[in-house]
Nanobody, 123 residues
Framework: QVQVVESGGGSVQAGGSLRLYCAATETGFSFNAMGWHRQAPGKQRELVTAITSSGGTMYKDPVKGRFTISRDGAKNAVSLQMNNLKPEDTAVYYC?????????????????WGQGTLVTVSS
């Protein structure tokens, strides 16, 4: 079974930086894309950034120029470097991994969410 584990959240003052890390634990998992979503209190979960297995990236406008997503070498893992953080970046950040895995002897498409990691930015 594929699991996604996140780390790196915490509290920081506005203008500070944090780095989040996300890894898929199943060695047989082949990812198509991994991305970060966030959910602020009282709001819906929203996509922030994503990276494909070929290295293509996308960023939503509020984080362009401040956040950088990168793949950890050949691993099924990505990092999210967040700079110049703002109070409006405060949210629970979730990693979503999409790809294929051999489950029960059959290759299947999977979408797996991490448990979330809290980022708090104070003014």
């Amino acid at each position: 079974q594929v699991q996604v584990v996140e780390s790196g959240g915490g509290s920081v003052q506005a203008g500070g930086s944090l780095r989040l890390y996300c890894a898929a634990t199943e060695t047989g998992f082949s990812f198509n894309a991994m991305g970060w979503h966030r959910q602020a209190p009282g709001k819906q979960r929203e996509l922030v950034t994503a990276i494909t297995s070929s290295g293509g990236t996308m960023y939503k406008d509020p984080v362009k120029g401040r956040f950088t997503i990168s793949r950890d070498g050949a691993k099924n893992a990505v990092s999210l470097q967040m700079n110049n953080l703002k109070p409006e970046d405060t949210a629970v950040y979730y990693c979503l991994a999409t790809g294929t895995a051999v489950l029960g002897g059959t290759e299947k498409y999977v979408e797996v969410w991490g448990q979330g990691t809290l980022v708090t930015v104070s003014s």
